[in-house]
């Protein structure tokens, strides 16, 4: 049972906090609208798979499946690349520059002083650009926000994979401003 | 020099990136000021010292001096302050329940799922609300945003203390939303 008051079992995870208050939800999906849907070099599967990797490394159950279903439905692979991001992408064809990105948000993950200029450097050799370093420092900074306020209030979450795929698709193809 | 062309030393810390990225610094702004300075039981002041706690404990010099002095603004209570918070608050006069939120958002910095029941009981038991407790975990969470956003794309800060003064009264009392 959630540590406050939400309706947690019909409005699992995220998503009796944001009912709960409504004056931080509108932010809080704004924000992730832009950073994950909004116009960027980076896709949209890209950018989940981001989320949905900070999300597993902070152990955060519900925003890594949900959001590893929205990058399952962005790229059409199946739901079994919601396990393949937990085991670092083996059986996935990523591009070398979103590995080193993926390296940039693992470093974030653990605290943004631990990102260091060589990091930068691998990244800007596989052609990242300035706007896609910022993009994924901030997309690894905001889920160290989101998974802490999903597991902080102590939220129930589905556990199986598939309860994710249909939540996966509306998140990929209707978005986070529709809530 | 920040990992990104920022202008930094004229727009220190978070405002370099903020000024990078208009879409994404509107949300981020709104969070702040919902959190930091809307409607809410806790004072501002108290807000501002959850916010600069978390941030101290993230060893983020520029969210936690500059929201350190918001906190000293809030409160009238002079430039100490700053350096009071960074030892657990003994020279400031806080209210009990304060003290165990502070403790909430410790657990939550570190991770979400380090909030236990007893946790919950023992704020509780100083009075703690249900939205007390919520805009504790995200305070507490959203910091752990923005320190990482922050310091992940190496931004640069003036260090003394001296140096957040006016920018902690421009805070406190201007706000969020006018950048």
């Not at 306020?149 to 209707?174: I, K, Q």
Request: charged letters at 20%.
């Amino acid at each position: 049972m959630a540590h406050i008051k939400l309706n947690n079992e019909q409005l699992p995870g995220i998503v009796g906090l944001l009912n709960y208050r409504p004056e931080t939800a509108r932010p809080l999906l704004d924000l992730a609208e832009t950073l994950l849907r909004g116009p960027s070099t980076l896709t949209s599967g890209e950018r989940e798979i981001i989320a949905a990797s900070v999300s597993y490394w902070n152990q955060c159950h519900f925003c890594h499946t949900s959001h590893a279903a929205a990058a399952a439905a962005h790229l059409q692979s199946g739901i079994n690349l919601i396990d393949d991001i937990k085991a670092g992408l083996p059986n996935t064809p990523v591009s070398d520059k979103l590995r080193v990105l993926l390296h940039i948000a693992h470093q974030v993950q653990r605290n943004g002083k631990n990102v260091t200029a060589d990091d930068i450097a691998a990244a800007r050799e596989e052609g990242a650009t300035d706007a896609e370093i910022h993009d994924t420092v901030l997309i690894a900074a905001a889920f160290c926000m989101f998974n802490r306020y999903v597991d902080g209030l102590g939220t129930w979450a589905p556990e199986p994979n598939e309860a994710y795929l249909e939540m996966g698709e509306r998140m990929a193809h209707v978005g986070y401003g529709k809530y």
